[in-house]
């Protein structure tokens, strides 16, 4: 069955650290998108692409970053990791070419930044 | 600035009871209203979906009714089970231009949990 996981599903880090949270999906769908959730805040979009090569900005992209090379993987790199980063992360992938409008989520990252 | 202003924070019911989650949007360009639910150490999963050129759309014992004029929208879940405890996310979006695909805006969350 297709399917989009993330790995690590849990990692404590050190400040100041680059952290990178991995993304596969095999639904070979264009859009992909990573979101943090925090309690009170929902999720809150990270970062998005539409396609190989494509990356976008969203609401809270300060300190990450992401790059698309296939059309399976989205990898999320934290810089320099911070407190204020520790939550939990999911990634999500979603098929333009369908129009369907339905994202598919990961089981989520949980990240400690000690 | 939040979108999507989701209420309550958490909720308690009895089972077999009414629970009822309430969403208010601000962009009038949203056309798209999923609701996801996620259980614990789980991702998101899209329960039900509407778009606003009906007002009421019914899956089993879940039930979106929305209010175009007063921007509102909401999640009924009839005959509560435990079952149904979980985290509840009501969302919006807005159409894809060319060659972009939709964004979801999320609520804040409500923590249901219903009581055996």
């Known amino acids: 069955d297709a399917e989009i996981t993330q790995s690590p599903r849990h990692k404590i880090t050190e400040t100041g650290r680059q952290v990178t949270l991995a993304c596969h999906q095999t639904w070979n769908h264009n859009n992909m998108f990573w979101y943090r959730q925090d309690l009170g805040h929902g999720l809150r979009l990270i970062h998005y692409?539409?396609?190989?090569?494509?990356?976008n900005k969203g609401e809270v992209s300060d300190g990450y970053s992401v790059s698309r090379s296939n059309t399976e993987d989205l990898p999320l790199t934290l810089e320099s990791a911070a407190s204020s980063q520790t939550s939990v992360y999911f990634c999500a992938s979603s098929d333009r070419d369908r129009g369907l409008d339905e994202a598919f989520f990961g089981q989520g990252t949980r990240l400690t930044v000690v | 600035q939040q979108q999507v202003k989701q209420s309550p924070q958490s909720l308690i019911v009895q089972k077999g009871g009414i629970s009822i989650i309430n969403c208010a949007y601000e962009n009038t360009a949203f056309d798209y209203f999923p609701w996801y639910q996620q259980f614990p150490g789980k991702g998101p999963a899209l329960l039900i979906a509407i778009r606003p050129d009906v007002s009421e759309k019914k899956e089993g014992r879940f039930t979106i009714s929305f209010n175009k004029s007063a921007k509102q929208f909401s999640l009924h879940i009839m005959d509560s089970q435990p079952g149904d405890s979980a985290t509840y996310f009501c969302a919006a979006t807005t159409p894809g231009g060319s060659g972009s695909a939709r964004q979801l805006t999320f609520g804040s969350g409500t923590q249901l949990t219903v009581l055996p």
């Open positions: 692409s539409y396609g190989v090569h494509d990356t």
